[in-house]
Protein backbone atom coordinates (compact mmCIF):
# COMPACT_ATOMS: atom_id res chain seq x y z
CA UNK A 1 0.00 0.00 0.00
CA UNK A 2 1.48 3.11 -1.27
CA UNK A 3 0.35 5.11 1.73
CA UNK A 4 2.23 3.46 4.97
CA UNK A 5 4.77 1.96 2.39
CA UNK A 6 7.51 3.86 0.24
CA UNK A 7 7.74 7.34 1.69
CA UNK A 8 8.22 6.52 5.04
CA UNK A 9 10.35 9.12 7.74
CA UNK A 10 12.06 8.72 10.54
CA UNK A 11 10.32 11.33 11.92
CA UNK A 12 7.29 9.38 11.53
CA UNK A 13 6.07 11.28 8.73
CA UNK A 14 4.33 9.74 6.44
CA UNK A 15 3.98 11.27 2.93
CA UNK A 16 0.92 10.28 0.49
CA UNK A 17 -2.25 11.83 -1.40
CA UNK A 18 -5.47 12.50 -0.28
CA UNK A 19 -6.58 10.03 -2.57
CA UNK A 20 -4.67 6.78 -0.79
CA UNK A 21 -6.03 8.06 2.54
CA UNK A 22 -9.46 8.25 1.63
CA UNK A 23 -9.05 4.62 -0.49
CA UNK A 24 -7.84 3.40 2.56
CA UNK A 25 -10.80 4.39 4.69
CA UNK A 26 -13.23 3.37 2.14
CA UNK A 27 -11.65 -0.30 1.87
CA UNK A 28 -12.04 -0.60 5.73
CA UNK A 29 -15.84 -0.69 6.03
CA UNK A 30 -17.37 -1.45 2.52
CA UNK A 31 -21.26 -2.45 3.42
CA UNK A 32 -22.81 -4.58 1.19
CA UNK A 33 -26.65 -4.42 0.39
CA UNK A 34 -28.67 -7.28 1.57
CA UNK A 35 -30.15 -8.36 -1.25
CA UNK A 36 -30.49 -12.45 -0.96
CA UNK A 37 -31.65 -13.41 -5.15
CA UNK A 38 -31.08 -17.83 -5.10
CA UNK A 39 -29.21 -20.21 -3.70
CA UNK A 40 -26.46 -18.13 -3.07
CA UNK A 41 -27.65 -16.09 -0.85
CA UNK A 42 -27.89 -18.93 1.68
CA UNK A 43 -24.25 -19.29 1.56
CA UNK A 44 -24.50 -14.95 1.78
CA UNK A 45 -26.17 -15.48 4.76
CA UNK A 46 -23.76 -18.26 6.21
CA UNK A 47 -20.34 -16.07 5.62
CA UNK A 48 -21.88 -13.57 7.86
CA UNK A 49 -23.45 -15.91 10.46
CA UNK A 50 -21.39 -17.07 13.12
CA UNK A 51 -18.72 -19.82 11.59
CA UNK A 52 -17.76 -17.45 9.07
CA UNK A 53 -18.68 -14.33 10.17
CA UNK A 54 -17.61 -11.13 7.70
CA UNK A 55 -18.06 -8.78 10.18
CA UNK A 56 -14.73 -8.62 11.76
CA UNK A 57 -13.54 -7.44 8.24
CA UNK A 58 -15.52 -4.74 8.33
CA UNK A 59 -18.40 -6.13 5.65
CA UNK A 60 -22.11 -5.03 7.53
CA UNK A 61 -25.09 -5.97 5.71
CA UNK A 62 -27.27 -2.77 5.06
CA UNK A 63 -30.77 -3.17 3.64
CA UNK A 64 -31.47 -0.26 1.73
CA UNK A 65 -28.94 0.75 -1.29
CA UNK A 66 -28.47 4.12 -0.49
CA UNK A 67 -26.45 3.25 2.30
CA UNK A 68 -24.47 0.69 0.35
CA UNK A 69 -21.36 0.40 -1.12
CA UNK A 70 -21.12 -3.40 -2.21
CA UNK A 71 -23.66 -5.09 -4.41
CA UNK A 72 -23.39 -8.87 -3.98
CA UNK A 73 -25.44 -10.70 -7.03
CA UNK A 74 -26.24 -14.11 -5.21
CA UNK A 75 -28.05 -16.05 -7.57
CA UNK A 76 -29.82 -16.57 -11.19
CA UNK A 77 -30.56 -12.71 -12.94
CA UNK A 78 -33.81 -13.14 -14.98
CA UNK A 79 -35.08 -10.49 -17.03
CA UNK A 80 -37.77 -9.33 -15.06
CA UNK A 81 -35.47 -9.28 -12.04
CA UNK A 82 -32.67 -7.41 -14.22
CA UNK A 83 -33.91 -3.88 -15.07
CA UNK A 84 -35.04 -3.76 -10.89
CA UNK A 85 -31.03 -4.83 -9.99
CA UNK A 86 -30.10 -1.55 -12.43
CA UNK A 87 -32.69 0.50 -10.58
CA UNK A 88 -30.85 -0.83 -7.32
CA UNK A 89 -27.23 -0.85 -8.96
CA UNK A 90 -28.45 3.31 -9.87
CA UNK A 91 -29.93 4.46 -6.16
CA UNK A 92 -26.49 3.28 -4.86
CA UNK A 93 -24.36 6.35 -3.71
CA UNK A 94 -21.12 6.37 -5.62
CA UNK A 95 -18.50 4.68 -5.41
CA UNK A 96 -20.09 1.41 -5.95
CA UNK A 97 -18.57 -2.21 -6.47
CA UNK A 98 -19.93 -5.38 -7.71
CA UNK A 99 -19.18 -8.82 -6.57
CA UNK A 100 -21.17 -11.66 -9.13
CA UNK A 101 -21.21 -14.82 -6.68
CA UNK A 102 -21.59 -17.70 -8.37
CA UNK A 103 -21.88 -19.69 -11.79
CA UNK A 104 -25.79 -18.19 -12.27
CA UNK A 105 -23.98 -14.15 -11.59
CA UNK A 106 -21.52 -14.97 -13.78
CA UNK A 107 -22.61 -16.24 -17.25
CA UNK A 108 -26.23 -17.66 -16.49
CA UNK A 109 -24.84 -21.30 -14.51
CA UNK A 110 -26.98 -24.07 -15.12
CA UNK A 111 -29.99 -22.37 -16.03
CA UNK A 112 -27.91 -20.44 -19.48
CA UNK A 113 -30.04 -22.35 -22.16
CA UNK A 114 -33.14 -20.67 -20.23
CA UNK A 115 -35.33 -18.46 -22.44
CA UNK A 116 -35.35 -15.93 -19.62
CA UNK A 117 -32.27 -16.07 -18.06
CA UNK A 118 -29.45 -13.28 -18.16
CA UNK A 119 -26.37 -14.68 -19.52
CA UNK A 120 -24.18 -13.23 -16.84
CA UNK A 121 -25.17 -10.17 -14.17
CA UNK A 122 -21.76 -7.97 -16.53
CA UNK A 123 -24.53 -7.46 -19.10
CA UNK A 124 -26.42 -5.18 -16.87
CA UNK A 125 -23.93 -4.05 -14.05
CA UNK A 126 -20.01 -3.32 -14.02
CA UNK A 127 -18.68 -6.04 -12.04
CA UNK A 128 -15.40 -6.15 -9.66
CA UNK A 129 -14.83 -9.45 -8.53
CA UNK A 130 -16.15 -12.75 -9.80
CA UNK A 131 -16.68 -15.87 -7.48
CA UNK A 132 -17.30 -19.09 -9.11
CA UNK A 133 -19.10 -22.28 -7.63
CA UNK A 134 -22.47 -23.59 -7.80
CA UNK A 135 -22.97 -22.29 -4.96
CA UNK A 136 -19.35 -21.15 -3.69
CA UNK A 137 -18.65 -21.99 -0.18
CA UNK A 138 -18.84 -18.80 2.29
CA UNK A 139 -15.37 -18.98 2.55
CA UNK A 140 -14.71 -18.41 -1.21
CA UNK A 141 -17.24 -15.49 -0.72
CA UNK A 142 -14.94 -14.02 2.05
CA UNK A 143 -11.61 -14.48 -0.29
CA UNK A 144 -13.87 -12.26 -2.56
CA UNK A 145 -14.97 -9.24 -0.35
CA UNK A 146 -10.74 -9.30 0.77
CA UNK A 147 -10.07 -9.13 -3.07
CA UNK A 148 -11.79 -6.53 -3.48
CA UNK A 149 -10.71 -4.83 0.00
CA UNK A 150 -7.57 -4.70 -1.75
CA UNK A 151 -8.67 -3.56 -5.10
CA UNK A 152 -10.41 -0.73 -3.14
CA UNK A 153 -7.38 0.04 -1.31
CA UNK A 154 -4.76 -0.24 -4.14
CA UNK A 155 -4.26 3.14 -5.56
CA UNK A 156 -3.09 1.52 -9.29
CA UNK A 157 -7.00 0.07 -9.10
CA UNK A 158 -8.59 2.75 -7.66
CA UNK A 159 -12.18 3.76 -8.77
CA UNK A 160 -12.18 6.61 -11.65
CA UNK A 161 -15.00 8.32 -11.96
CA UNK A 162 -17.16 8.59 -15.70
CA UNK A 163 -15.83 5.02 -16.38
CA UNK A 164 -19.07 2.98 -15.50
CA UNK A 165 -20.52 0.89 -18.31
CA UNK A 166 -23.72 1.25 -19.58
CA UNK A 167 -26.22 -1.63 -18.96
CA UNK A 168 -27.11 -3.57 -21.94
CA UNK A 169 -30.80 -3.39 -21.83
CA UNK A 170 -31.01 -5.58 -25.30
CA UNK A 171 -30.29 -8.64 -23.29
CA UNK A 172 -33.66 -7.65 -21.22
CA UNK A 173 -35.35 -8.29 -24.72
CA UNK A 174 -38.44 -10.84 -25.25
CA UNK A 175 -37.67 -13.76 -25.51
CA UNK A 176 -37.04 -14.69 -29.30
CA UNK A 177 -35.86 -11.02 -29.75
CA UNK A 178 -32.94 -11.05 -27.63
CA UNK A 179 -31.00 -12.86 -30.52
CA UNK A 180 -29.83 -15.91 -28.76
CA UNK A 181 -30.46 -19.67 -29.22
CA UNK A 182 -32.58 -21.05 -26.16
CA UNK A 183 -34.68 -23.56 -25.38
CA UNK B 1 -68.11 11.52 1.16
CA UNK B 2 -64.31 13.24 1.27
CA UNK B 3 -62.17 13.14 4.50
CA UNK B 4 -62.70 17.10 4.88
CA UNK B 5 -66.56 16.79 4.07
CA UNK B 6 -66.54 14.32 7.40
CA UNK B 7 -64.60 16.22 9.44
CA UNK B 8 -66.23 18.97 8.49
CA UNK B 9 -69.54 17.21 9.80
CA UNK B 10 -67.74 16.21 12.85
CA UNK B 11 -66.82 19.43 13.77
CA UNK B 12 -70.07 21.31 13.18
CA UNK B 13 -72.22 18.25 14.71
CA UNK B 14 -70.05 16.07 17.28
CA UNK B 15 -73.12 13.30 17.28
CA UNK B 16 -73.19 12.50 13.59
CA UNK B 17 -69.41 11.93 13.36
CA UNK B 18 -68.96 9.65 16.56
CA UNK B 19 -69.11 6.05 17.27
CA UNK B 20 -71.31 4.66 20.50
CA UNK B 21 -67.64 4.42 22.35
CA UNK B 22 -67.07 8.06 21.98
CA UNK B 23 -64.10 7.70 19.34
CA UNK B 24 -65.08 9.28 16.12
CA UNK B 25 -65.10 7.21 12.98
CA UNK B 26 -62.71 8.37 9.95
CA UNK B 27 -61.19 6.94 6.91
CA UNK B 28 -58.23 7.92 5.41
CA UNK B 29 -57.29 7.76 1.44
CA UNK B 30 -55.76 4.32 0.89
CA UNK B 31 -51.79 4.31 0.29
CA UNK B 32 -50.03 1.85 -2.17
CA UNK B 33 -47.21 0.51 -0.16
CA UNK B 34 -44.63 -1.93 -2.23
CA UNK B 35 -42.83 -4.63 -0.66
CA UNK B 36 -40.17 -5.80 -2.13
CA UNK B 37 -38.62 -7.59 -4.52
CA UNK B 38 -35.57 -6.34 -2.77
CA UNK B 39 -36.83 -6.51 1.11
CA UNK B 40 -34.80 -8.41 3.39
CA UNK B 41 -38.09 -10.06 4.94
CA UNK B 42 -39.34 -11.21 1.70
CA UNK B 43 -36.70 -14.09 1.78
CA UNK B 44 -35.89 -13.73 -2.19
CA UNK B 45 -37.53 -11.69 -4.39
CA UNK B 46 -41.06 -11.60 -3.96
CA UNK B 47 -42.77 -8.12 -4.39
CA UNK B 48 -46.04 -7.70 -2.84
CA UNK B 49 -48.21 -4.81 -3.64
CA UNK B 50 -50.28 -3.96 0.05
CA UNK B 51 -52.92 -1.22 -0.33
CA UNK B 52 -52.94 0.17 3.41
CA UNK B 53 -55.89 2.45 4.55
CA UNK B 54 -54.28 3.86 8.19
CA UNK B 55 -53.20 0.59 9.71
CA UNK B 56 -55.36 -2.16 8.19
CA UNK B 57 -54.28 -3.52 4.99
CA UNK B 58 -57.23 -3.39 2.85
CA UNK B 59 -55.35 -5.40 -0.62
CA UNK B 60 -52.47 -7.28 -1.24
CA UNK B 61 -51.19 -8.62 -4.53
CA UNK B 62 -47.92 -10.92 -4.83
CA UNK B 63 -46.14 -10.53 -7.74
CA UNK B 64 -43.89 -13.63 -8.39
CA UNK B 65 -41.73 -14.47 -11.45
CA UNK B 66 -38.33 -12.73 -10.19
CA UNK B 67 -36.64 -16.09 -10.29
CA UNK B 68 -38.07 -17.98 -12.64
CA UNK B 69 -35.38 -19.52 -14.19
CA UNK B 70 -37.17 -22.40 -16.54
CA UNK B 71 -36.60 -25.54 -14.43
CA UNK B 72 -39.41 -27.32 -15.79
CA UNK B 73 -38.01 -26.51 -19.61
CA UNK B 74 -34.54 -27.33 -19.24
CA UNK B 75 -35.32 -30.37 -17.29
CA UNK B 76 -36.73 -31.88 -20.87
CA UNK B 77 -33.42 -31.37 -22.42
CA UNK B 78 -31.73 -33.10 -19.81
CA UNK B 79 -31.35 -37.08 -19.33
CA UNK B 80 -33.35 -38.38 -16.66
CA UNK B 81 -29.58 -38.70 -14.42
CA UNK B 82 -29.16 -34.87 -14.95
CA UNK B 83 -32.39 -33.36 -14.07
CA UNK B 84 -31.33 -34.39 -10.45
CA UNK B 85 -29.13 -31.49 -9.70
CA UNK B 86 -31.02 -28.98 -11.01
CA UNK B 87 -33.76 -30.34 -8.29
CA UNK B 88 -31.49 -29.20 -5.73
CA UNK B 89 -31.77 -25.99 -7.04
CA UNK B 90 -35.62 -25.57 -6.57
CA UNK B 91 -36.26 -25.36 -2.61
CA UNK B 92 -32.23 -24.48 -1.82
CA UNK B 93 -32.65 -24.47 1.67
CA UNK B 94 -33.39 -28.17 1.99
CA UNK B 95 -31.99 -29.12 -1.05
CA UNK B 96 -31.91 -33.26 -0.81
CA UNK B 97 -35.50 -33.53 0.25
CA UNK B 98 -36.21 -32.09 -3.51
CA UNK B 99 -34.01 -34.90 -5.31
CA UNK B 100 -36.44 -37.31 -3.89
CA UNK B 101 -40.15 -37.33 -5.22
CA UNK B 102 -38.80 -37.41 -8.49
CA UNK B 103 -36.40 -40.26 -7.88
CA UNK B 104 -39.29 -42.20 -6.36
CA UNK B 105 -41.37 -41.84 -9.69
CA UNK B 106 -38.35 -42.73 -12.08
CA UNK B 107 -37.34 -45.71 -9.47
CA UNK B 108 -41.11 -47.18 -9.90
CA UNK B 109 -41.47 -46.19 -13.60
CA UNK B 110 -38.13 -48.56 -14.55
CA UNK B 111 -38.37 -51.25 -11.48
CA UNK B 112 -35.57 -50.38 -9.44
CA UNK B 113 -35.05 -52.15 -6.17
CA UNK B 114 -34.07 -49.74 -3.44
CA UNK B 115 -31.93 -51.95 -0.72
CA UNK B 116 -32.82 -51.63 3.32
CA UNK B 117 -29.83 -50.00 3.94
CA UNK B 118 -30.02 -47.12 1.28
CA UNK B 119 -33.50 -46.38 2.40
CA UNK B 120 -32.63 -46.13 6.15
CA UNK B 121 -29.58 -43.84 5.32
CA UNK B 122 -32.00 -41.60 2.88
CA UNK B 123 -34.86 -40.96 5.25
CA UNK B 124 -31.89 -39.85 8.00
CA UNK B 125 -30.45 -37.57 5.74
CA UNK B 126 -34.37 -36.29 4.77
CA UNK B 127 -35.20 -35.36 8.57
CA UNK B 128 -31.21 -33.90 8.90
CA UNK B 129 -32.76 -31.24 6.15
CA UNK B 130 -35.87 -30.87 7.92
CA UNK B 131 -33.51 -29.79 10.64
CA UNK B 132 -31.72 -27.89 8.46
CA UNK B 133 -34.10 -26.02 6.92
CA UNK B 134 -36.41 -25.30 10.06
CA UNK B 135 -33.34 -23.54 11.24
CA UNK B 136 -32.84 -21.09 8.65
CA UNK B 137 -36.78 -20.61 8.88
CA UNK B 138 -36.31 -19.84 12.79
CA UNK B 139 -32.99 -17.01 12.50
CA UNK B 140 -34.99 -15.59 9.17
CA UNK B 141 -38.19 -15.52 10.96
CA UNK B 142 -36.67 -13.99 14.18
CA UNK B 143 -33.92 -11.33 12.09
CA UNK B 144 -37.25 -10.50 10.29
CA UNK B 145 -39.15 -9.83 13.92
CA UNK B 146 -35.87 -8.09 14.99
CA UNK B 147 -34.01 -10.04 16.93
CA UNK B 148 -30.42 -10.66 15.41
CA UNK B 149 -29.18 -13.32 18.40
CA UNK B 150 -31.35 -16.74 17.51
CA UNK B 151 -30.13 -15.92 13.89
CA UNK B 152 -26.71 -16.45 14.97
CA UNK B 153 -27.11 -19.53 17.04
CA UNK B 154 -29.74 -20.90 14.06
CA UNK B 155 -26.64 -20.71 11.98
CA UNK B 156 -24.33 -22.06 14.45
CA UNK B 157 -25.73 -25.42 14.88
CA UNK B 158 -26.88 -25.30 11.04
CA UNK B 159 -23.31 -25.91 10.34
CA UNK B 160 -23.15 -29.26 12.41
CA UNK B 161 -25.73 -30.72 9.94
CA UNK B 162 -24.68 -29.39 7.13
CA UNK B 163 -20.82 -31.07 8.10
CA UNK B 164 -22.56 -34.16 8.26
CA UNK B 165 -24.19 -33.47 5.10
CA UNK B 166 -20.50 -32.51 3.52
CA UNK B 167 -18.33 -35.35 5.11
CA UNK B 168 -21.21 -37.72 3.25
CA UNK B 169 -22.13 -36.37 -0.25
CA UNK B 170 -19.06 -33.81 -0.63
CA UNK B 171 -21.18 -30.78 -0.97
CA UNK B 172 -23.29 -28.59 1.69
CA UNK B 173 -25.83 -26.75 0.55
CA UNK B 174 -26.87 -28.66 -2.40
CA UNK B 175 -25.21 -32.20 -2.48
CA UNK B 176 -26.73 -34.01 -5.51
CA UNK B 177 -26.48 -37.63 -3.11
CA UNK B 178 -29.47 -39.36 -3.63
CA UNK B 179 -29.51 -41.43 -7.19
CA UNK B 180 -31.80 -43.88 -8.48
CA UNK B 181 -32.01 -47.28 -6.51
CA UNK B 182 -30.30 -45.51 -3.35
CA UNK B 183 -27.30 -42.69 -2.67
CA UNK B 184 -24.83 -42.10 -4.85
CA UNK B 185 -21.53 -43.50 -2.84
CA UNK B 186 -21.41 -45.03 0.41
CA UNK B 187 -21.61 -43.54 3.80
CA UNK B 188 -18.27 -42.68 5.55
CA UNK B 189 -17.54 -45.24 8.95
CA UNK B 190 -18.29 -42.28 11.55
CA UNK B 191 -21.77 -41.68 9.43
CA UNK B 192 -24.69 -42.91 12.24
CA UNK B 193 -21.80 -41.87 15.08
CA UNK B 194 -21.43 -38.46 13.86
CA UNK B 195 -25.59 -38.14 13.24
CA UNK B 196 -25.78 -39.51 17.02
CA UNK B 197 -23.35 -36.76 18.67
CA UNK B 198 -25.62 -34.42 16.15
CA UNK B 199 -28.73 -35.64 17.93
CA UNK B 200 -27.85 -35.19 21.49
CA UNK B 201 -26.31 -32.20 20.95
CA UNK B 202 -28.89 -30.78 19.34
CA UNK B 203 -31.34 -31.77 21.83
CA UNK B 204 -29.73 -29.89 24.42
CA UNK B 205 -29.85 -26.37 22.25
CA UNK B 206 -33.60 -27.24 21.60
CA UNK B 207 -34.98 -25.60 24.75
CA UNK B 208 -32.34 -22.59 24.65
CA UNK B 209 -34.40 -21.65 21.34
CA UNK B 210 -37.47 -21.89 22.81
CA UNK B 211 -36.74 -19.40 25.40
CA UNK B 212 -35.42 -17.30 23.23
CA UNK B 213 -38.62 -17.26 20.52
CA UNK B 214 -41.20 -18.85 21.46
CA UNK B 215 -41.72 -18.67 24.87
CA UNK B 216 -40.60 -15.40 25.07
CA UNK B 217 -43.09 -12.55 26.10
CA UNK B 218 -41.75 -10.01 23.15
CA UNK B 219 -42.04 -13.35 20.39
CA UNK B 220 -45.53 -14.19 21.85
CA UNK B 221 -46.85 -10.68 21.68
CA UNK B 222 -45.79 -10.58 18.13
CA UNK B 223 -47.27 -13.92 16.88
CA UNK B 224 -50.20 -15.01 19.12
CA UNK B 225 -53.58 -14.03 17.31
CA UNK B 226 -51.73 -12.55 14.36
CA UNK B 227 -52.59 -14.33 11.07
CA UNK B 228 -55.47 -16.56 11.78
CA UNK B 229 -55.75 -19.89 9.02
CA UNK B 230 -58.29 -21.87 9.86
CA UNK B 231 -58.77 -25.60 8.35
CA UNK B 232 -61.60 -24.74 5.66
CA UNK B 233 -59.49 -21.89 4.26
CA UNK B 234 -56.03 -23.70 4.62
CA UNK B 235 -57.67 -26.87 2.17
CA UNK B 236 -59.60 -25.00 -0.16
CA UNK B 237 -56.01 -23.34 -0.89
CA UNK B 238 -54.17 -26.22 -1.05
CA UNK B 239 -52.25 -25.12 2.14
CA UNK B 240 -50.02 -28.40 3.52
CA UNK B 241 -46.85 -28.82 5.40
CA UNK B 242 -46.41 -27.44 9.24
CA UNK B 243 -48.72 -24.42 8.22
CA UNK B 244 -52.23 -26.94 7.70
CA UNK B 245 -51.13 -29.05 10.61
CA UNK B 246 -50.79 -26.00 12.93
CA UNK B 247 -54.60 -25.71 11.75
CA UNK B 248 -55.82 -28.81 13.04
CA UNK B 249 -55.80 -30.92 9.45
CA UNK B 250 -53.68 -34.48 10.78
CA UNK B 251 -52.27 -34.58 6.96
CA UNK B 252 -48.78 -35.69 6.76
CA UNK B 253 -47.70 -37.48 3.53
CA UNK B 254 -45.35 -39.90 5.56
CA UNK B 255 -48.19 -41.28 7.73
CA UNK B 256 -50.74 -40.87 4.32
CA UNK B 257 -48.27 -42.29 1.64
CA UNK B 258 -45.02 -43.62 3.59
CA UNK B 259 -42.13 -43.96 1.01
CA UNK B 260 -38.32 -45.34 1.59
CA UNK B 261 -38.13 -46.46 5.59
CA UNK B 262 -41.12 -44.32 6.94
CA UNK B 263 -43.35 -47.64 7.09
CA UNK B 264 -40.81 -48.64 9.67
CA UNK B 265 -40.40 -45.81 12.26
CA UNK B 266 -42.90 -44.83 14.63
CA UNK B 267 -43.86 -41.53 15.22
CA UNK B 268 -47.19 -39.02 15.27
CA UNK B 269 -48.67 -36.27 13.64
CA UNK B 270 -48.08 -33.23 14.95
CA UNK B 271 -51.32 -30.64 14.65
CA UNK B 272 -52.36 -27.66 16.89
CA UNK B 273 -55.61 -26.04 17.21
CA UNK B 274 -55.04 -22.55 16.86
CA UNK B 275 -53.77 -21.76 13.43
CA UNK B 276 -52.17 -18.75 14.06
CA UNK B 277 -48.61 -17.18 13.62
CA UNK B 278 -47.78 -18.81 17.18
CA UNK B 279 -48.98 -22.18 16.14
CA UNK B 280 -47.81 -22.46 13.07
CA UNK B 281 -43.98 -21.63 14.89
CA UNK B 282 -44.75 -24.06 17.70
CA UNK B 283 -45.55 -26.86 15.03
CA UNK B 284 -42.28 -26.21 13.57
CA UNK B 285 -40.36 -26.50 17.00
CA UNK B 286 -42.45 -29.67 17.90
CA UNK B 287 -40.96 -31.12 14.62
CA UNK B 288 -37.69 -30.50 15.78
CA UNK B 289 -38.26 -33.20 18.45
CA UNK B 290 -39.78 -35.65 15.88
CA UNK B 291 -36.91 -35.03 13.62
CA UNK B 292 -34.32 -35.95 16.00
CA UNK B 293 -36.37 -39.36 17.01
CA UNK B 294 -36.68 -40.45 13.63
CA UNK B 295 -33.00 -39.95 12.85
CA UNK B 296 -32.18 -42.03 16.14
CA UNK B 297 -35.03 -44.45 14.98
CA UNK B 298 -33.01 -44.49 11.89
CA UNK B 299 -29.45 -45.27 13.84
CA UNK B 300 -31.10 -48.09 15.72
CA UNK B 301 -32.63 -49.97 12.73
CA UNK B 302 -30.53 -49.25 9.73
CA UNK B 303 -28.70 -52.49 8.31
CA UNK B 304 -24.98 -51.67 9.27
CA UNK B 305 -23.64 -54.01 6.14
CA UNK B 306 -25.41 -54.32 2.59
CA UNK B 307 -25.84 -52.15 -0.69
CA UNK B 308 -25.81 -48.76 -0.53
CA UNK B 309 -27.31 -48.56 -4.04
CA UNK B 310 -29.78 -51.15 -6.16
CA UNK B 311 -29.01 -53.12 -9.62
CA UNK B 312 -30.56 -51.68 -12.25
CA UNK B 313 -30.96 -48.74 -14.52
CA UNK B 314 -33.60 -46.18 -16.08
CA UNK B 315 -35.34 -47.87 -18.55
CA UNK B 316 -38.52 -46.80 -19.53
CA UNK B 317 -39.61 -47.75 -23.03
CA UNK B 318 -43.25 -46.50 -23.91
CA UNK B 319 -45.35 -43.50 -23.03
CA UNK B 320 -45.57 -43.60 -19.05
CA UNK B 321 -46.32 -41.12 -16.27
CA UNK B 322 -46.27 -41.00 -12.54
CA UNK B 323 -46.64 -38.55 -9.67
CA UNK B 324 -44.66 -39.05 -6.58
CA UNK B 325 -44.94 -37.13 -3.43
CA UNK B 326 -43.05 -36.33 -0.28
CA UNK B 327 -43.55 -34.44 2.72
CA UNK B 328 -41.39 -32.10 2.92
CA UNK B 329 -40.18 -29.29 4.87
CA UNK B 330 -42.61 -27.19 3.93
CA UNK B 331 -45.47 -29.22 2.75
CA UNK B 332 -46.40 -31.25 0.36
CA UNK B 333 -43.87 -31.93 -2.54
CA UNK B 334 -44.52 -33.59 -5.82
CA UNK B 335 -43.31 -34.46 -9.35
CA UNK B 336 -44.96 -35.40 -12.22
CA UNK B 337 -43.11 -37.12 -14.61
CA UNK B 338 -44.24 -38.20 -18.30
CA UNK B 339 -41.89 -40.33 -20.78
CA UNK B 340 -42.29 -40.82 -24.17
CA UNK B 341 -39.70 -43.67 -24.13
CA UNK B 342 -36.30 -41.50 -24.71
CA UNK B 343 -33.62 -40.88 -22.82
CA UNK B 344 -35.07 -38.28 -20.19
CA UNK B 345 -38.38 -37.01 -19.08
CA UNK B 346 -40.47 -36.01 -21.75
CA UNK B 347 -42.41 -33.72 -19.33
CA UNK B 348 -41.36 -32.96 -15.57
CA UNK B 349 -44.37 -30.56 -13.58
CA UNK B 350 -43.50 -29.56 -10.16
CA UNK B 351 -46.30 -29.29 -7.37
CA UNK B 352 -43.90 -27.26 -4.53
CA UNK B 353 -45.22 -25.99 -1.17
CA UNK B 354 -44.20 -22.85 -1.25
CA UNK B 355 -46.26 -21.85 -3.90
CA UNK B 356 -49.46 -22.97 -3.09
CA UNK B 357 -48.48 -21.97 0.96
CA UNK B 358 -48.30 -18.38 -1.04
CA UNK B 359 -51.55 -18.07 -2.21
CA UNK B 360 -53.30 -17.56 0.89
CA UNK B 361 -51.27 -14.34 1.39
CA UNK B 362 -54.01 -12.21 0.35
CA UNK B 363 -56.56 -13.68 2.98
CA UNK B 364 -54.31 -13.87 5.58
CA UNK B 365 -52.91 -10.24 5.22
CA UNK B 366 -56.84 -8.10 4.38
CA UNK B 367 -57.62 -6.83 7.67
CA UNK B 368 -54.65 -7.08 9.35
CA UNK B 369 -52.61 -4.25 11.22
CA UNK B 370 -49.71 -3.30 8.34
CA UNK B 371 -46.80 -4.27 11.13
CA UNK B 372 -48.21 -7.86 11.00
CA UNK B 373 -47.72 -8.34 7.86
CA UNK B 374 -43.92 -9.58 8.52
CA UNK B 375 -44.77 -11.61 10.92
CA UNK B 376 -47.42 -13.39 9.46
CA UNK B 377 -45.41 -13.81 5.83
CA UNK B 378 -42.35 -15.00 7.75
CA UNK B 379 -44.42 -18.07 9.35
CA UNK B 380 -45.85 -19.14 6.39
CA UNK B 381 -41.95 -19.98 5.53
CA UNK B 382 -42.03 -20.11 1.69
CA UNK B 383 -38.95 -19.88 -0.33
CA UNK B 384 -38.73 -17.98 -3.55
CA UNK B 385 -36.65 -20.59 -5.62
CA UNK B 386 -39.15 -22.92 -5.21
CA UNK B 387 -42.59 -20.74 -5.77
CA UNK B 388 -41.04 -19.13 -9.54
CA UNK B 389 -39.12 -22.18 -10.27
Known sequence: MALLGNER???NIVLGTLDDLINLARSRSMWPLTFGIACCAIEMMNSSATRYDADRFGFFYRNTPRQADVMIVSGTVNKKLGKRLRVLYDQMAEPRWVISMGACANQGGPFRQGYSVVEGVDKIVPVDVYV??????????????LLLRDKVADPDMRYIPGTQMEADFDVLAEPGKDGREHL | MSDSTVLDTVLTNPAVGSSPTGLVQSRSDEMIVNLGPQHPATHGVLQIVLGIDGERVTSATPHIGFLHRNHEKIEEARTYEQVIPYLDRMDYVSG?????????AIEELSGIEVPERAKYIRTALFELNRVISHLVWLGTYLLDLGAITPFLYAFRDRELALDIIEKTAGARLLPNYYTFGGVRRDIHPLFWQNL???CDYFETVIPEYAALTIDAPIFQARTIDVGFLNAATAINHGITGPNLRAAGVAHDLRKDQPYDAYPELDFDVITLERGDAYARSKVRFEEFYQSLSLIRQCIEKAPRSGAFKGKGRVKIEEYQQRYKAVEASRGQLGVFVASDGGTGPYRSKHRSPSFTNLQVIPDLFIGQKFADVIAILGSIDIVLGEVDR
Open chain 2, 196 to 198: GEF
Open chain 1, 9 to 11: RPE
Open chain 1, 132 to 145: PGCPPRPEALLQAL
Open chain 2, 96 to 104: LQNELPYIL
